[in-house]
């Protein structure tokens, strides 16, 4: 059974930045698309970033410019570099991988960004 573990998460202040990371657990695994959901309190989960094996990504428009996607495809890895953090920006991000950002295989168990104001 393949699980996707995060780190990276945490609490930072409007402005600050913070890299999550997403490691699949098993050697082999291998997946077109990754990349990270996010859902805030009240709200329905959104696509925030996803970047397929050959490089390709896709941004949500309210991170584009802030947040950059990146894969180690020999690491199973994928990253979520986040800069200039809003308040807004406070939820828990899931990583996922699979077929297509909208065809999910696999979710991480997710980890908390906070952003203070």
């Known amino acids: 059974q393949v699980q996707l573990v995060e780190s990276g998460g945490g609490l930072v202040q409007t402005g600050g930045s913070l890299r999550l990371s997403c490691a699949a657990s098993?050697?082999?695994?291998?997946?077109?698309?990754m990349g990270w959901y996010r859902q805030a309190p009240g709200k329905q989960r959104e696509l925030v970033a996803a970047i397929t094996r050959d490089g390709s990504t896709d941004y949500a428009d309210s991170v584009k410019g802030r947040f950059t996607i990146s894969r180690d495809n020999a690491k199973n890895t994928v990253y979520l570099r986040m800069n200039s953090l809003k308040p807004e920006d406070t939820a828990v991000y899931y990583c996922?991988?699979?077929?297509?950002?909208?065809?999910?295989?696999?979710w991480g168990q997710g980890t908390q960004v906070t952003v203070s104001s």
């Open positions: 996922f991988g699979g077929n297509r950002a909208d065809f999910v295989h696999y």
């Open positions: 098993k050697s082999g695994f291998s997946v077109n698309a």
